[in-house]
């Protein structure tokens, strides 16, 4: 984990301005700052849009604008300001790094420390040799810390992770014994049990058709979490792969049981009344029929 000393911008960056440019020369610069602008911020953009809810509340647009305003304005007054901002950028990393570790970092000390040695008249040679090393021998152990922190959350999550497959099994297993002790149901090669009810007449659905269909969806505890009696449309690609594949099966005035894994439904969503990793059960009745094309 390196902490970046100041990068002496000073001598590396200016914002002076010219005092004249031709036209074709401004034209041309427009062009370049606009394409700048427009591409920096646009991927800027699209790393916002992908942070998670938590992240986006500290990393509103507004702040990020007002701090890129901030320095890309500076003028040759503010060359120090500018340093000091990309210096503070850079020592931060690291200081959010030990921090999402656990490690405890007051940053009033950091800047007092920081203050205190920079603005010293003089650097004491042995000083700096004995700074420089308990420097590092605090970090070793930062980055100790740090790593088994790392493992302790892979393997809370590798824990997570198998029990949430465990229950996904006993989801399954609930398929397996109702097939196993009700002939009539069917286990289809997807992982879904059926059982027509009453049989249909004309063509099937088919994948990439539709229908009118009457239903009532409940978990295995009976509980319903939907039901429509008055008939709604569905496209077999419209809804959850389970019910999608229940429905390309069936025929005008069919009707239908359907037991859906979670894997085929919500999977480990939780889904208004639905709880996460919930295998379904559908009663579905077929009342107009438009097969696929």
């Known amino acids: 984990m390196g902490i970046g000393a100041a990068a002496i911008l000073l001598a590396t960056a200016s ?16 062009s370049i700052s606009t394409a700048i602008g427009e591409y920096s911020g646009m991927n800027l953009n699209e790393i916002v849009a992908g942070l998670s809810p938590e992240q986006k509340e500290r990393f509103k647009k507004e702040d990020i604008l007002r701090g890129f305003k901030a320095t890309i304005m500076c003028d040759s007054l503010s060359q120090g ?8 950028v850079q020592l931060n990393n690291t200081l959010l790094q030990l921090e999402m570790s656990g490690i405890y970092v007051d940053r009033a000390k950091v800047y007092e420390a920081y203050a205190k040695a920079f603005m010293a008249d003089s650097i004491n040679p042995e000083a700096a040799q004995t700074t420089n090393m308990m420097f590092r021998q605090l970090m070793m152990q930062a980055n100790e810390r ?16 198998q029990a949430e497959a465990a229950e996904q099994a006993g989801k399954d ?11 009539s149901y069917t286990l289809a ?25 009457k239903y ?12 429509n009696e008055d008939g709604v449309q569905f496209a077999t690609n419209q809804v959850v792969p389970g019910f999608g594949e229940a429905l390309s099966m069936l025929k005008k005035g069919e009707k239908m049981t359907v037991v859906i894994p979670a894997v085929l439904a919500y999977g480990s969503r939780e889904v208004g009344s639905i709880p996460a990793n919930s295998t ?14």
């Not at 090669?189 to 009118?212: M, N």
């Not at 009532?216 to 039901?227: A, H, N, P, S």
Request: hydrophobic share 40%; proline share 3%; aromatic share 6%.
């Open 15 to 30: 914002c002076s301005k010219t005092a004249s440019v031709s036209n074709a020369d401004k034209s041309f610069g427009d």
């Open 280 to 293: 379904l059960i559908f009663d579905i009745e077929a009342v107009e029929v438009q097969p696929a094309q």
């Open 81 to 88: 300001f500018v340093a000091g901002t990309q210096e503070a």
């Open 146 to 161: 740090m790593q088994l922190e790392m493992a302790r959350r892979e393997e809370a999550a590798r824990k997570a992770q």
């Open 173 to 183: 297993e609930y398929i397996a014994n109702l097939v196993a002790n009700d002939k």
């Open 216 to 227: 009532e969806g409940r978990l295995t505890d009976g509980t319903v979490f939907d039901k």
């Open 189 to 213: 090669p997807s992982g879904i049990a059926y059982k027509v009810t009453q049989e249909g007449e004309g063509p099937a659905v088919g994948e990439g058709g539709s229908a009118v269909v």
